[in-house]
């Protein structure tokens, strides 16, 4: 069995098939799916999506930092009043982007570390975005870091060092998608030395398809070519790193 931790399923990208899609992934053995939400706009079609499919997919709550802006308090109540229902098994997708733009640096730092402080009130894990942004992103969780704070950097791709500061944080995990199979990333050549054994699997659906889909649309069932580079570059089986994955997705998202 295998578990994506992180495709957004609810995006109008599915709209034509969805109901194939979702087939599709589990007729590969892709049997749990995590929905990260993104902005206010996201969270009906995530629920809805979730509601359709209970025991399968699963949704979490908060605000993408490329939906952070000048102004924030507003969409934050909405964050808060509906991580507080109890339906949601991760805050996320939150965490800071500098790729696109930095003029609201300051304005994600504190929306991050909002939610880090929900998370660790609910004792929910959290879903890291972190793009351009590693020294900015881990100073923060290294800072709010205590007992109840786990959670996992999604689309993880940085380098061996930065891994390694990740995993000294106990109850983090790295989450592994597509770009482990592009020749030119060079994560394949980072996993071998960090190893599977604190890893989980993602797609990032639709976003980030895997070789040799890359460029395509990508969905969940694409997990086992994923599972397979990272197989291949830890120098394990791809039934072993089904097992430690879904072991560690279980542990971190709990019910």
């Avoid at 965490?95 to 570390?113: A, H, N, P, S």
Wanted: proline share 4%; aromatic share 8%.
């Amino acid at each position: 069995m295998f578990i994506d931790t992180h495709a957004h399923l609810y995006g109008r990208q599915f709209d034509g098939d969805r109901e194939e899609m979702l087939a599709r992934a589990l007729a590969a053995g892709v049997e749990r799916l995590y929905l990260p939400n993104i902005d206010r706009d996201s969270i009906d079609g995530m629920n809805a999506l979730a509601a359709a499919h209970p025991g399968r997919c699963f949704p979490m709550m908060g605000l993408h930092p490329c939906s952070v802006g000048e102004h924030n308090d507003e969409v934050m109540a909405v964050m808060e009043r509906e991580l507080r229902t109890g339906r949601y098994f991760a805050v996320g997708e939150i965490g800071i982007d500098l790729y696109w733009d930095k003029t609201w640096l300051g304005q994600q730092q504190e929306v991050f570390r909002q939610h880090i402080r929900w998370a660790k009130e609910l004792r929910l894990p959290i879903v890291i975005h972190c793009r351009n942004s590693f020294e900015e992103t881990i100073a923060i969780v290294e800072e709010e870091k205590d007992e109840h704070l786990r959670g996992v950097f999604h689309c993880f791709g940085g380098t061996v060092e930065e891994g390694r500061r990740i995993l000294a944080l106990d109850g983090f995990v790295l989450g592994i998608g597509g770009v482990i199979t592009y020749p030119k990333s060079g994560l394949a050549q980072v996993m071998s030395e960090l190893g599977p054994e604190r890893c989980v699997l993602e797609t990032d659906a639709p976003y980030l398809a895997p070789v040799p889909h890359r460029g395509k649309r990508n969905e969940s069932a694409y997990i086992p070519l994923v599972a397979a580079e990272l197989a291949k570059a830890t120098g394990r089986s791809v039934e072993e790193i089904a097992r430690i994955t879904t072991a560690n997705a279980t542990n971190l998202f709990g019910r």
